[in-house]
């Protein structure tokens, strides 16, 4: 929990990272920093985007909770590597959106996987007997193909997530619905043609953004510094600071992640950007 008073932290701005999928943890801890900015009364906050995206009720929390903060306070979001679909979602609560020329972003849309094993699972000789208080209780099971009937019944959820997705765009962004329609079709591009499309209003570094952000909140961009709020850090880095190299396992972790991820949201709607 980070804490500053009077003159120290009227001179700083606030930040927050997202990174990675956005699910339960992810929602959790962004809140969580969000009510103490907002408790603490800061000025500005910087939002740093780096997201493929992630469940849609975990990208709306946030979004609601930093279009919220927009009456109190300065909010300004950085898409860094990679903002896409649900990161693209979060980042339309910001009242400025700076991205890096290169940065991938787009990807609106909405999708449900679901994984068939009926033909392997026939080879091996395993099958399921399911009992049901209703003929849908198993859609997206993956020991058997989806029925019309089930398919019908998915396409008309993702259109009611998707259709929230592309009015929040172009709430946002003062977009007609039909111009977000236009480029709202899954497709990712760079962060040069999302400010072309309306997406971001301006291209640059974090550290751009957080100058923006100072400017915005009647600060000395050239004296204002960033306070993070609600980072991890392993017992590692809080020994060490400043050392992000000392982890020889984190390309494992972060794949073990991503699967853990996979398994907890299958059959859940996702505004989720997939290579």
């Not at 959790?28 to 995206?53: C, F, M, N, Y």
């Not at 329609?181 to 550290?207: C, S, Y």
Request: proline share 3%; aromatic share 8%.
């Amino acid at each position: 929990m980070v804490w500053l008073i009077g003159k120290r932290r009227g001179k700083k701005i606030a930040r927050v990272e997202i990174t990675g999928a956005i699910a339960s943890e992810t929602r959790q801890r962004v809140l969580k920093a969000l009510k103490t900015i907002e408790e603490q009364k800061w000025r500005a906050l910087l939002v740093r985007i780096d997201s493929p995206g992630g469940t849609v009720g975990d990208s709306q929390e946030i979004y609601t909770a930093l279009k919220h903060l927009q009456s109190k306070l300065k909010v300004v979001a950085s898409f860094g590597n990679i903002s896409a679909s649900g990161g693209v979602y979060v980042g339309m609560g910001a009242e400025k959106i700076v991205a890096n020329p290169g940065t991938i972003t787009g990807s609106i849309g909405v999708i449900v996987r679901g994984n068939n094993l009926e033909r392997l699972l026939d080879k091996i000789g395993v099958s399921f007997q399911v009992v049901k208080s209703g003929p849908y209780k198993d859609i997206l099971s993956f020991d058997r193909e989806l029925t019309d009937e089930e398919k019908q019944i998915l396409q008309a959820l993702i259109d009611t997530s998707y259709n929230q997705f592309v009015e929040t765009v172009a709430q946002a962004r003062n977009l007609s619905i039909d111009t977000v329609h236009g480029f709202a079709d899954g497709r990712i591009f760079t962060g040069e043609q999302a400010k072309a499309l309306g997406v971001v209003d301006d291209l640059g570094t974090e550290e751009q953004a957080r100058r923006w952000a100072a400017e915005l909140a009647d600060l000395n961009p050239d004296k204002t510094e960033c306070v993070t709020f609600g980072e991890k850090k392993s017992p590692i880095k809080r020994f060490l600071p400043g050392n992000n190299e000392i982890d020889t396992n984190l390309t494992w972790k972060r794949a073990r992640d991503w699967l853990e991820f996979e398994l907890a949201t299958n059959g859940q709607p996702l505004w989720l950007y997939r290579p």
